[in-house]
């Protein structure tokens, strides 16, 4: 049954309330832990700053997820929201700022209260890495956006841009073309990062096309919105512009671990080092998902990783007793 507990619950909890586990980021890698550990038995809470689903909720379409056929991202977090709830475990809101390691406990620290508990699971996840140039911020959500599946509808029937070229990339970009007049992907090489099937969609598809070897420089507008991209050619160096109406950015994430950076387990670009059993260098705490140090970071092995960490969380409360 259902145990989703309100924000009010959470706050009037605060630290009195001993947990076996806090699980940090209501992610897939997080909400499988959740399943994995109170399936276990073990009493479990998933906090999480925003909606559950983490990054699938801006994902259009899952098509790699084993049994779930051609799913919508947000439809596929409700399917792990429900199916993590089953066995007792908690979902309450909380913004973690910081984690304290006292040894047989832990306290998570949130922007509202605090939670002692015996172990934590961070699942806190990444997110997208921004290009870090003129106008990017000054037309964000005015034609700058990370997120086809939340933004795309206001781009239709408009040329649009997406830049990158790995899997995120050419996937919302074929979404796009749905939408838009024409979708241009630019990608600083000239070959795609992606997964074969992938990019043989993009180059089948006529509403896509390519500029290679350019990367954007600078995001131009009219105040109101975006209007232009100044592209560099990344082996002869001329400049040029492209007219656009919306520039979807997809060029890699970044690890979500401010809150940990006092525990001593994140390596020098912040992802979280752990070994094959989830463990990190602190006793206790645990760590799944894109937020760790790792070769693939897809929905299904946050999955594998929130199952051994649940059950890894399991054992290492039994060696307490
Ligand atoms: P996340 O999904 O990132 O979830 C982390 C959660 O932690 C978030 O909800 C966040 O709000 C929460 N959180 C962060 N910090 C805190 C904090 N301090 N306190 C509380 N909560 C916090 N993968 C596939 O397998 N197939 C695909 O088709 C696919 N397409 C993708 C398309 C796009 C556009 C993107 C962006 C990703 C895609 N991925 C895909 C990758 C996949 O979504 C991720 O690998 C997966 O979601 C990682 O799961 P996670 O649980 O580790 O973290």
Not at 61 to 78: C, K
Not at 82 to 94: K, L, M, R, V, W
Not at 96 to 114: F, L, M, P, R
Request: include cysteine; hydrophobic fraction near 35%.
């Amino acid at each position: 049954m259902s145990k989703v507990i309100s924000r009010q619950q959470v706050l009037e909890r605060g630290s009195k309330y001993m947990y076996d586990v806090i699980v940090i980021g209501a992610g897939p890698g997080g909400m499988t832990a959740a399943l994995y550990a109170s399936r276990a038995d073990l009493k479990v809470l998933v906090l999480e700053r925003g909606i559950y689903g983490g990054q699938m909720q801006n994902t259009a379409e899952v098509e790699n997820f084993p049994g779930a056929g051609l799913i919508t991202g947000p439809e596929l977090s409700e399917k792990m929201y429900q199916d993590s709830t089953n066995f007792g475990a908690e979902h309450g809101y909380g913004y973690v700022t910081n984690v304290e390691d006292h040894g047989d406990y832990k306290t998570v620290i949130t922007e509202d209260t605090s939670y002692d508990t015996k172990v934590v699971i961070i699942a806190t996840g990444a997110e997208h890495r921004k290009l870090d140039i003129p106008g990017e911020e000054e037309y964000a959500g005015r034609g700058v956006s990370y997120c086809a599946v939340c933004d795309g509808a206001f781009f239709r029937n408009q040329p649009l841009v997406v830049v990158g070229g790995g899997d995120s990339a050419v996937e919302e970009g074929i979404y796009l073309s749905q939408l838009a007049e024409s979708v241009t992907i630019i990608h600083r090489r000239d070959e795609l990062r992606c997964q074969k099937v992938v990019a043989g969609r993009a180059f089948n598809n006529e509403k896509i096309n390519f500029l290679w070897n350019k990367v954007v420089e600078e995001i131009e507008g009219d105040d109101q919105k975006v209007r232009t991209l100044k592209l560099k050619d990344t082996k002869t160096g001329e400049i040029s512009t492209l007219e656009t109406g919306g520039v979807f950015i997809y060029i890699g994430v970044i690890p979500i671990t401010e809150a940990f950076s006092s525990l001593d387990i994140l390596d020098g670009e912040g992802w979280v080092v752990t070994n094959e059993k989830m463990e990190t260098s602190v006793p206790g705490i645990y760590a799944v998902g894109d937020v760790r140090q790792t070769v693939l970071r897809q929905i299904t092995t946050a999955v594998g990783d929130g199952s051994i960490a649940g059950l890894e969380a399991y054992k290492y409360i039994e060696s307490l007793k």
